[in-house]
């Protein structure tokens, strides 16, 4: 079975500082990996994600990530926070089938980001 | 946008009454999945759909079931609702082909 486990629950920090949100998974075989991010009141959007290649991928709104194979990780950074990144953050993995992905994502338990003005 | 409703976006209800939860999607896609979201526990499977009339149960399957009869339309019923099940339900779809998953607005939804 898969887990995800994403270290902070709750982080507050400044408008320009940088960000980093751990997330840890596992899982025996081959993963896909995902961020995704609600605003409040909103569903879920997607930040980022992760299939193959170079382990360093970017998404929207100037987060990236970075997968390290051996650490089973996939944290997300931001090097300057806004405002407007006020969130609930959430890691997901879903295992990799070829032609396409059937069963569903796990998710982590989510972090809840607040940028202070 | 995914083009994906969800209804009713809101819901009270009582113990012990059956509810059903629609999520329709216009983009014609196999891949179907309902999850639940309560705080301290991110987002659950509780049942995913890989065509019409093929349905498989996810992690928080218990007190649920699910209906697909239509290629747009996956069906959530709550067959005698319980106070535990008070939660927000998200319908998600997953491209043809694709790995990525995209939500629906979302329902919420409260049992009295």
């Known amino acids: 079975a898969q887990s995800v486990s994403q270290h902070n629950h709750h982080v507050i920090l400044s408008e320009a500082a940088s960000l980093e949100l751990g997330c840890n998974y596992s899982?025996?075989?081959?993963?896909?990996l995902f961020w995704y991010v609600q605003y409040p009141g909103q569903h879920l959007q997607l930040l980022l994600k992760?299939?193959?290649?170079?382990?360093l991928v970017k998404g929207i709104k100037g987060f990236e990530a970075e997968f390290i194979k051996s650490k089973f990780s996939f944290n997300l950074r931001k090097p300057s926070v806004q405002w407007s990144d006020t969130a609930e953050y959430f890691c997901?993995?879903?295992?990799?089938?070829?032609?396409?992905?059937?069963?569903?994502?796990?998710f982590g338990k989510g972090t809840h980001l607040i940028i202070q003005p | 946008d995914a083009g994906i409703t969800q209804s009713p976006r809101h819901k009270v209800t009582e113990t012990g009454t059956p509810v059903t939860l629609r999520c329709h999607q216009t983009?014609?896609?196999?891949?179907m999945y309902w999850y639940r979201q309560d705080p301290g526990h991110g987002l659950r499977l509780i049942h995913y759909?890989?065509?019409?009339?093929?349905?498989d149960k996810g992690e928080v399957s218990d007190g649920y079931s699910v209906s697909r009869s239509k290629t747009e339309d996956f069906l959530l019923t709550l067959e005698s609702a319980t106070s535990s099940q008070t939660s927000v339900y998200f319908c998600?779809?997953?491209?043809?082909?694709?790995?990525?998953?995209?939500f629906g607005p979302g329902t919420r939804l409260t049992v009295l």
């Open positions: 759909s890989y065509g019409v009339k093929d349905t």
């Open positions: 998600a779809i997953n491209r043809e082909g694709g790995y990525t998953q995209y």
């Open positions: 997901a993995v879903g295992p990799r089938y070829s032609g396409g992905g059937a069963d569903g994502l796990t």
């Open positions: 992760y299939f193959s290649g170079d382990p």
């Open positions: 983009e014609n896609h196999r891949y």
């Open positions: 899982y025996g075989g081959t993963v896909n």
